[in-house]
């Protein structure tokens, strides 16, 4: 290149002086015959050319309007000019090799280290056009923007892009969005430059090498997505630094409660709670850690946890659930003790079922854009509706700003029908809780018959925030309508603006269920797997009271349930609402206890009741476990009660398992009671216990304690 340059001065300085009036003639000719040329191309829409003979040369290199100004004054001062450009050609091939060998010795560099970046071209054959800004009507008028403001304007555009990127929308979609903006804005048609197709990873950054990144304006730019006029300018690549993860804002919002503390037996010997068959717990925690981040500790209810997975409990003999109760050895404490309270539904009736009536309630509001809301959502019906049968019936309600109905209800058999109904859905506006549920109810009490099933499946991020948006309000809502016999349930999809504590007040109060769907496989499990115990519910309002032995139990704590914690005389009035059970639902809640004498007990007894006596029953029990239930459609409960009989026994791998869950929820959350057990303990009692394990789904919760683990050593 140094060669070259040097020819080319020896070239000029060779040449003859121009004389002042014959130049400023020529330069005067040549700037006429270009002004004419580029208001006949106006004319014409033809689209200028990078390259070409003789004045395009000069066309394709955009001029600013402070040059075009200075060289009018130069040339209104010049004397008359006479004779043509071409009668000195050295000159002009001299200024010609000039400039293009200038601006290849600028952008050679740039074009490396671009090339290296982006990768090979998609052929051979494929070239990348860079073409000169189209001049708008009077560009002589349009002021000269500065630096930043050109930036600010690329960032507007590239907008639409880097939310593709993020996974908000398709890349030609993004595209198509952001030549539109500019359109709009400026008021005339906006071409886009022609270049490769561009493949977006969300996962990936915008820098594809490790040494280069560019920031997302000038990529955008220089990849082609951006209208001619930004790509005639190449910018030099900035400098790398490290890769930083941007933290997320989140609105996420979770039911509060205080961690359970020891009770003295003496003072209060009574414990009851609600049953919980809610899973949503646990996927959202399996969610946090799997994005590198350990839970918010009100997201950790460790009652979900436990009942996440399945058990191999005894199957009921007549009632609609067995109970179960044994004692064994703590496994963070030798010197207490688990009492396993364990609860098996009875099995799905076997033969035909009744029928079912489904109104999906979906939410369209802008919050579910995410590939992991409303786009998981659709494939997750699609496994849904392949287990309905031919006699049940779908409707699909749904909201945003306002509600509507998007499919009247239709028989399951019509597949293509309904699945068309789903994909026409796309989120906007904000989200109209109460309309959509109060249009979803009507429909479902159209459509509940005789002997039939009728149940709202609610599908949202949580996220009320038009309408009835305070919890207590939801749930004297809901209340005010499950007596019709329709159930909710409630599935939760997507990250930033989840509200968990709306969905468990929606699913509890509406006789349903909760779960948290963070993947196709969870929804496979909760849609496919467990869909019989969502549609044939067998108990309604399930309590559970258990009273212990002062004169055996020093004190004792229920390990979880906060949230479903009742009054003691809530538990004989049948007005009290609790949870439901369905088909082959089970439920496991574990106390923990301290025998009277225990080294281990945290409190002493009081010095005015050392000498009390038990009153009925037995001397010699640890306690007295009773439950309540109705059944569906009645309005009186019914009573099981089994005792706590003395001695410990070994456990076996079902009760090993759910004590190391307990275990994984309290490291989780409120370590206080666990003394030095800590990540290495409870690995290991699950390893030890995963048992059968048939799909895998306690394998991987020690997978997933590994990495909870690990997050918390940092």
Do not use: C
């Amino acid at each position: 290149m140094s060669d070259e340059l040097k020819r080319l001065e020896r070239a000029l300085s060779s040449a003859p002086a121009p004389e002042a009036e014959v130049k400023s003639g020529h330069l005067k000719a040549a700037l006429d015959g270009f002004d004419q040329r580029q208001a006949a191309d106006q004319e014409s829409n033809a689209e200028p050319r990078l390259s070409g003979e003789g004045r395009d040369d000069i066309r394709s290199r955009p001029r600013s309007p402070r040059r075009d100004a200075s060289m009018n004054r130069s040339l209104s001062h010049s004397p008359s000019h006479r004779r043509p450009l071409h009668r000195r050609p050295s000159v002009a091939a001299a200024a010609s090799l000039a400039a293009l060998s200038l601006g290849l010795y600028l952008l050679w560099p740039q074009a490396q280290d671009f090339d290296a970046m982006t990768g090979p071209e998609p052929s051979q054959d494929a070239e990348m056009a860079v073409s000169p800004p189209r001049t708008a009507s009077k560009p002589e008028s349009a002021p000269e923007s500065t630096e930043g403001e050109r930036l600010a304007i690329v960032a507007s555009k590239t907008g639409p892009v880097a939310d593709q990127m993020a996974g908000d929308m398709p890349l030609d979609t993004a595209v198509v969005t952001a030549v539109e903006t500019e359109s709009k804005s400026a008021g005339q048609v906006t071409q886009l430059a022609e270049a490769p197709r561009l493949s977006v990873s969300r996962s990936s950054s915008l820098s594809s090498s490790p040494s280069t990144s560019l920031s997302p304006s000038i990529s955008m730019e220089m990849r082609g997505l951006m209208p001619s006029q930004e790509v005639a300018r190449i910018a030099p690549l900035p400098s790398p630094g490290p890769s930083v993860q941007v933290p997320t804002a989140t609105s996420e919002a979770y039911p509060e409660f205080d961690a359970s503390s020891v009770r003295v037996t003496a003072e209060t010997p009574v414990s009851t709670f609600s049953v919980d068959v809610d899973t949503a717990s646990y996927a959202v925690v399996r969610s946090s850690l799997m994005q590198g981040q350990l839970p918010p500790p009100q997201a950790v209810r460790i009652e979900e946890m436990i009942n996440y997975f399945g058990y191999d409990y005894p199957q009921p003999d007549a009632e609609a659930f067995r109970p179960m109760v044994d004692v064994f050895a703590s496994p963070w404490n030798p010197e207490r003790q688990l009492v396993r309270v364990a609860l098996q539904g009875r099995a799905a009736t076997p033969g035909p079922r009744s029928p079912v009536n489904l109104v999906l309630l979906i939410d369209t509001s802008g919050s579910m854009r995410s590939p992991d809301k409303l786009p998981l959502l659709k494939r997750s019906m699609a496994l849904l509706l392949g287990e309905l049968n031919d006699d049940d019936e779908v409707a699909i309600v749904t909201y945003a700003g306002s509600a509507g109905v998007a499919l009247a209800p239709t028989g399951a058999s019509n597949t293509e029908e309904i699945m068309q109904a789903l994909e026409s859905l796309a989120p906007s506006g904000g989200t109209a809780g109460e309309a959509g549920l109060s249009q979803a109810y009507r429909l479902a009490g159209q459509m509940n018959g005789e002997d039939e099933t009728t149940r709202v499946l609610l599908a949202t991020d949580g996220d009320f925030n038009l309408g009835l948006s305070d919890p207590e309000a939801l749930e004297r809502f809901i209340a005010d309508r499950r007596e019709g016999g329709v159930y909710l349930s409630v599935l939760g999809f997507g990250r930033g603006n989840l509200d968990d504590a709306v969905m468990q007040s929606l699913a509890q109060y509406g006789n349903g269920q909760a779960a948290y769907i963070d993947s196709l496989a969870e929804a496979q499990k909760v849609l496919v797997d467990q869909l019989a115990a969502s549609l044939e519910p067998i108990a309604n309002d399930v309590k559970v009271q258990v009273e212990f032995n002062p004169a055996r139990v020093q004190e004792y704590r229920l390990i979880g349930y906060e949230t479903r914690a009742l009054r003691r005389e809530d538990f004989r009035n049948d007005r009290v609402d609790a949870g439901d059970i369905g088909a082959g639902h089970q439920v496991t809640a574990l106390y923990e206890i301290a025998p009277v004498g225990s080294s281990a007990a945290l409190t002493r007894p009081s010095r005015y009741q050392q000498g009390q006596q038990v009153t009925g029953g037995q001397h010699d029990e640890l306690g007295h476990v009773a439950l309540r239930y109705k059944v569906p459609g009645e309005s009186q409960s019914r009573l099981i009660e089994t005792p706590i009989s003395p001695g410990v026994t070994t456990a076996d791998s079902e009760a090993s398992f759910a004590a190391a869950i307990a275990g994984f929820g309290q490291l989780l959350g409120d370590d206080r009671y666990l003394g030095d057990w800590g990540w290495d303990e409870a690995i290991a009692l699950a390893e030890a216990s995963k048992g059968k394990d048939r799909y895998g789904y306690r394998a991987e919760a020690v997978r997933l304690m590994r990495l909870a683990g690990g997050l918390s050593d940092r």
